[in-house]
């Protein structure tokens, strides 16, 4: 996991491995000028000292320049080290934000299908926020911090080996008392985490849904639940803080415990009774040093809490940055789409391996270039699915799909959805102008270009009514326009593209039938060689087509023109009853 | 009303910090008073702990340093058990105030929170309208996020930091007053420091916030279109469009951090220098005699002379060491409060919002008139008057506009018999959602009136007359709860038995009984794992379960195919047989047997009347019906 992570640091690796040693020489720093002024102290006190007039200046002066170089050093180390750490860690998020985006772009549709867009986006900012906090406290802390100890460790042996183990074992003993609490307080933090996002949902639902909960006036019972939900946050946060709160106490303690002791065992040293080398200056040196032990302890062991705390995010990145398209480019792509004849051999389609029943079954079907060939069928009859096969959105199960006679596993994925347009069911338009929007469809287009694809859809007219034409600002998801235009924007974006085979999957549903007929009018004409296949809901947009399949749970219950249809299919007769019942007759 | 706009946006410090932050201490220690006094004394007792313990060790080190090998362990011994005594109680007042704070502060962000909600609840749409969720969510993950460390770290923090500074101060001026000055110096340049770097970490981490913004913008437009990415092989622009977003907020989040990170180094070793420079100054002083300079009143005290003032010199560098530690404690809480500032004037400004209004007197009742049968009370001279619901609904004159600028709705006049079916056809932006919106009073009209049994609307409680019209939305919405649980938000005393019955009307039995665990299936996510089609059913038989006289289905079938919408056309007929209804729809199959249709066109009755009529009119309607218009 960490391996996977780490791959992202990239230009960022000088920094994070500078910024620790800089922030070593801060430490080394943080050691010596206590014992700088140890001496500085000491010449004070002999001062102090009635019997003792004789100064020695030069000691005064020795040692405070060294303290004033040491801290100028120290400063310059740590705001060098402040620096390389934010420049090492902003980057590095940056790159697991841009890795992860990276990879999002290749998966395909059944990848895109595992995730929701809040799942996505939680990753990209919360978690690589999480991530950003450990790097941070690694590179900095995770180094600096046991220097710290350790050179307080060597200074103390110096002065006196013995006292040095009263050091170490009280630092032993932080260690654990820190890690059994941290221990401890993870799983209620893991709990109180997931209260949090329950919480969060449910504000979220009824921000959403607050229409609903004023119809039904069910305020109160809204405010009820958002209780019961602040309420297990509260729990879990007072039992995680709980623990916290007495691990800090547990902290000091021990650190006042064990300066006690150095404290009589000091004293008991210099007056003789335990043999040992302390005098009055050494002792205030050992109590100086015992914050930095032991804070030493205190910090990693916080940033290793951090660490683990921070699992659960580094695996949510990792899930994205790990996750393969399931529709590999094969090994020597075909790059030319020769002609917009379709094959279906066969095929046998399910999302998943373990579906039960297949959603596409026994599919046997050419379609002829230039051909329009419409498709009807209930909601979940699969026509969505049969039409995703074509650009290769999702691959077959069993048997093949083929354009130009080339299967589609054999061409360059972009190749392939270049010539095989497709204007999506749940179509989307992004914020940025008309022109902005078509040229989706061929970046390079002329503005000629672009008004012939508009035309094509019928949309030339409303765009040129438009306030400014085609530079007129759609807004996020395309809100300044209706249902009907942003279809016809889509068509036209789809038509820009010059393609061998464009597939409108009920993408004329909020359009006028007058205009609807008059689209398909314009592209038989403009588009003669292209093959255009039509899913509609409704018959009037179909019954012009060459051929007409009727798919019934997954499988051809008939092809056939409107009249043969009418004839030879039950379905698509009480279909067509229907509407025309339901008054979208077209006289 | 819109006291909304006082509060910062996001990326903006507050606007009134002193204000916000008096408010933000009495909203949080106000209802604590007896444990917000305990908690004072703890964090008294602890500052006075570690000062007076340290202050010992002194003594401690005189004895050994003035008589070595000689030294009286009584003396120490005794100190040493002073000291002890003394940490022992810090550390337990420090464990107490850390416990009641932390209390304190738990309390205070659940009641923040639930007070928060609960305003919500009660907020005007207009309140929703003009706040994207993004927003408001943020004030319940950022803002209290900030709140949190404010309260559980850095007000303690400063608590303790202002007893120490105060007592340590007092002893260095009564140590040196000439030194103190000098300290309090170089203090003033830290501050300064602290002031001028932690000023601009907070406005990067502010931007920070910003760029995070827009990040998050990005990435939900563009997964939102994911699947259009991908088939127009736009992958690449995406990464590129991406990068450019992604590169900012690591330029912001880079310099706030940085700034962040600085800020610890310079406050410590600037501290160190200032040390050394107190023991130089000092040391000069003293070895050239000219030690009364130093305004010392302890040394007055104790008599004068070199080793008196060398003494005092070694104490005032502790006391110097001590004076600072709080300073850089405090100043690395410099962003933190920044932020919670800026976040809790956001909050109060939610909180301060005005909420709907609570409508008028008359209330409804059922059963209370007569058996069976729900009535309106209203308040009359002496006592109630009852008038039994009907459902008749009219509309005189009424003028709306969702602001005074653009108006929405002009002159509409309109009315709905009881048991009637009111049919709106029209265009997007047409109005048919909004006249439905004003039933309801979701929006309140600007001119004209609306009656319901011949009540105006606004002397009608409106808990009550929300509660007397069942409504399907065009976007259906669903909460976390099982199948049933969905169901029975129409009316929560409805049995299961009901709640059944109701979802076979709406033909919603059938793929309720194919999910896992029937209508016991957990639903999440606002249903993102049924169907558009699947939800409106439900919502159907939410709607039907509630038994209101009075129902509007706005779009309820759209996304429901028109051989499912057959099945369903029973249940639905048997939902609005007895009551008044107001119905929107696409389809005009689902209109053409209404009463009355209305046909709108920019906010006007452009043509009414029933199917027939309308069809004889060849006017708008009957081109929509023959397809030759375009409806939306």
Not at chain 2, 475 to 494: E, K, P, Q
């Amino acid at each position: 996991m960490f391996k996977t992570l780490l791959k992202s640091v990239r230009e960022y690796k000088m920094p994070s491995i500078l910024c620790p040693l800089v922030m070593l020489g801060e430490a080394v720093m943080e050691i010596l000028i206590p014992y700088f002024n140890t001496f500085i102290i000491g010449e004070l006190e002999n001062l102090s000292k009635p019997e003792n007039y004789t100064v020695n200046t030069d000691v005064i002066i020795l040692y405070s320049s060294l303290m004033v170089a040491s801290a100028v050093f120290a400063l310059i180390c740590g705001v060098l080290g402040g620096k390389l750490a934010a420049t090492a860690s902003s980057g590095f998020a940056r790159n697991l934000r841009q890795d992860m985006y990276d990879n999002i772009q290749t998966y395909s549709f059944a990848n895109i299908d595992n995730y929701s867009t809040a799942s996505l986006i939680t990753r990209i900012t919360t978690d690589v926020a999480n991530v950003q906090m450990s790097y941070q406290m690694a590179i900095r802390m995770l180094v600096r911090a046991p220097v710290l100890f350790v050179s307080a460790i060597i200074m103390t042996v110096i002065i006196e080996p013995f006292m040095a183990l009263i050091f170490a074992s009280a630092a032993v003993l932080l260690g654990i008392v820190v890690f059994i609490c941290m221990f401890k307080v993870g799983p209620h933090f893991r709990t109180m985490f997931k209260k949090y996002d329950n919480l969060n949902s449910v504000v979220q639902e009824n921000l959403t849904a607050i229409r609903v909960v004023k119809s039904y006036v069910r305020e109160d019972k809204e405010i009820e639940k958002m209780r019961s939900a602040t309420g297990e946050v509260y729990k879990y946060s007072v039992k995680a803080e709980k623990i916290l709160t007495f691990m800090m106490p547990c902290v000091t303690l021990t650190m006042f415990a064990s300066n006690i002791i150095i404290l009589i065992t000091g004293a008991n040293m210099s007056v003789g009774n335990i043999s040992g080398n302390v005098n009055a200056s050494d002792l205030q040196t050992l109590i100086n040093y015992s914050v930095n032990i032991l804070s030493g302890v205190m910090m990693v062991a916080m940033c290793l809490n951090f660490i683990s705390l921070s699992k659960g995010s580094m695996e949510r990145i990792c899930e994205v940055l790990d996750e393969k398209s399931t529709l590999p480019n094969p090994v020597n792509p075909v790059k030319e789409v020769e002609n917009g004849n379709i094959d279906f051999e066969n095929v046998m389609f399910s999302y998943s391996n373990n579906a039960e029943e297949p959603v596409l079954s026994g599919i046997d079907l050419h379609i002829s270039a230039g051909e329009t060939f419409g498709i009807i069928g209930a909601t979940g009859s699969g026509k969505t699915s049969l039409v995703s096969l074509i650009p290769r959105l999702y691959d077959v199960t069993e048997g093949s799909v083929k354009v130009g006679g080339v299967d589609v596993r054999n061409y360059d994925t972009d190749t392939l959805r270049n010539k095989v347009a497709m204007v999506l069911q749940k179509n989307v338009l992004f914020s940025g102008t008309v022109a902005e929007n078509l040229r989706w469809g061929d970046e390079n287009a002329t503005d000629e270009e672009l008004r012939f694809a508009a035309k094509q859809a019928c949309a030339d007219e409303f765009i040129e009514a438009l306030p400014g034409g085609y530079d007129y600002d759609l807004g996020q998801g395309g809100v300044n326009v209706s249902g009907g235009q942003k279809q016809r924007l889509c068509i036209a974006r789809a038509m820009l593209k010059k393609p061998k085979v464009i597939v409108f999957d009920d993408s004329t549903s909020a359009v006028d039938t007058k205009t609807d007929a008059q689209i398909r009018e314009t592209l038989r004409k403009y588009a003669p060689e292209t093959t255009k296949i039509i899913i509609a809901q409704r018959i009037a947009s179909v019954q012009d087509a060459d051929r007409i399949l009727v798919l019934d749970d997954g499988v051809i219950s008939g092809i056939g023109t409107h009249e043969q249809l009418l004839k030879s299919n039950a379905i698509y007769r009480e279909v067509y009853e229907t509407q025309m019942k339901g008054g979208d007759n077209d006289d | 009303m819109t006291k909304t706009t006082h509060a910062p946006k996001i990326g903006k410090g507050a606007k009134t910090p002193i204000k916000t932050l008096a408010r933000l201490l009495i909203y949080a220690f106000s209802g604590y008073k007896v444990a917000t006094a305990f908690m004072v004394i703890f964090v008294l007792m602890s500052s006075a702990a570690t000062v007076t313990g340290a202050s010992r060790f002194a003594p401690i080190i005189a004895e050994l340093m003035n008589n070595g090998a000689n030294a009286d362990l009584n003396v120490i011994y005794g100190n040493v058990i002073f000291i002890a005594c003394v940490y022992l109680a810090g550390a337990l007042s420090s464990f107490a105030y850390n416990r009641i704070m932390m209390y304190i502060a738990q309390g205070t962000l659940r009641k923040m929170r639930d007070e928060m909600f609960a305003k919500m609840q009660y907020l005007p749409l207009r309140y929703f309208d003009s706040h994207t969720h993004g927003d408001l969510m943020s004030l319940y993950t950022n803002d209290i996020d900030t709140m949190r460390q404010l309260l559980s770290q850095t007000i303690p923090q400063i608590i303790s930091s202002a007893l120490t500074l105060v007592f340590v101060f007092s002893f260095m001026v009564y140590y040196s007053f000439t030194l103190t000055l000098l300290v309090m110096a170089i203090i003033a340049v830290m501050v300064f420091l602290i002031k001028n770097i932690g000023g601009k970490s907070a406005k990067f981490f502010l931007r920070q916030q910003v760029s995070m913004g827009k990040l998050n913008g990005y990435v939900e437009e563009m997964t939102e279109g994911q699947k259009v990415i991908k088939v127009f092989c736009h992958e690449q622009k995406a990464r590129e469009g991406f990068r450019k977003l992604n590169d900012e907020l690591n330029e912001t989040s880079r310099k706030a951090n940085a700034y962040a990170f600085i800020l610890g180094p310079v406050t410590n070793n600037l501290s160190y220098l200032q040390y050394v420079m107190v023991a130089v100054i000092g040391f000069v002083v003293i070895v050239s005699g000219l030690g009364d300079g130093l305004l010392s009143s302890f040394c007055v005290f104790e008599g004068g002379g070199v080793a008196v003032y060398a003494g005092m010199l070694v104490s005032f560098l502790a006391f110097t060491r001590q004076f600072n530690m709080p300073v850089q404690q405090v100043s690395q809480q410099f962003n933190a409060i920044v932020m919670a500032l800026a976040g809790a004037e956001r909050i109060f400004a939610m909180v301060d919002t005005e909420p709907e209004d609570k409508g008028g007197e008359v209330t409804l009742t059922f059963g209370e008139y007569a058996e069976n049968e729900w009535a309106w009370k209203k308040p009359v001279d002496n006592g109630f008057e009852y008038v039994p619901l009907k459902g008749d609904i009219r509309f005189n004159d009424v003028v709306f506009g969702y602001t005074d600028e653009k108006v929405i709705l002009k002159n509409i006049s309109l009315y709905a018999k009881p048991h009637q079916k009111i049919a709106f056809v029209g265009s997007t932006g047409a109005g048919k959602t909004t006249i439905t919106n004003l039933i309801n009073r979701f929006y309140d009209i600007q001119s004209g009136t609306i009656t319901y049994d011949g009540l105006d609307i606004k002397s009608i409680n409106k808990d009550d007359l929300r509660r007397s019209l069942g409504v399907v939305l065009q976007d259906t919405h669903l909460f976390t709860g099982t199948v049933m649980d969905n169901i029975r938000y129409g009316r929560l005393s409805a049995t299961d038995e009901e709640c059944k019955k109701a979802a076979k009307l709406a033909n919603a039995n059938f793929f309720i009984k194919h999910l896992p665990e029937g209508y016991n299936t957990l639903i999440k996510g606002d249903g993102a794992n049924l169907s558009q089609g699947q939800r409106q059913l439900l919502a159907i038989a939410r709607a039907m379960v509630s038994e209101c006289p009075v129902l509007i289905l706005d779009e309820a079938t759209s996304s429901i195919d028109t051989r499912t919408e057959k099945l369903i056309e029973e249940g639905l007929a048997q939902l609005m047989y007895g009551r008044t209804v107001f119905i929107i729809a696409h389809r005009l199959s689902t209109v053409r047997n209404s009463h009355a249709i209305m046909v709108l066109d920019h906010g006007e009755i452009i043509e009414r009347g029933n199917h027939e009529q309308l069809l004889e009119q060849k006017g708008k309607y009957y081109q929509l019906y023959t397809g030759a218009f375009e409806l939306d």
